[in-house]
């Protein structure tokens, strides 16, 4: 299972890792839009936006659906809160890492002063 979170955990942080999906993903914040209205955003062809937009489903982090001719976007909250439960685990594994050390620092310091 561990594999498979990471797996997961990966495919989110390289979807987030390029610029124009973090910008589709902080447009799609705001509410969903449609595939024309993102590459308008973005400045970029519908066919380069659809790749993204692939690369963003594929992590769990948007999800689409096809009403005729006209493709809409939203976010899918489940991938970021995976993201956020990762970043999460790092914070309390680094906070407990730099409590420990601040304790030794203050026992350093106490054998010091006496």
Known sequence: MLKHEA????????????????????????????????????GVTVAATVQHLQVLQDSGLVRSE???????????????RDAEAWLQRQRTTWEHRLDRLGAVLDDEQKEQGS
């Open 66 to 80: 096809k009403a005729g001719r006209v493709r809409t976007c939203q976010i899918d909250p489940a991938g970021l």
């Open 7 to 42: 797996g997961a955990t990966g495919r989110v942080f390289h979807a987030l890792a390029d610029g124009n999906r973090r910008a589709v993903i902080e447009r799609l914040a705001r509410g969903p839009a449609t595939v024309s209205e993102l590459a308008a955003q973005l």
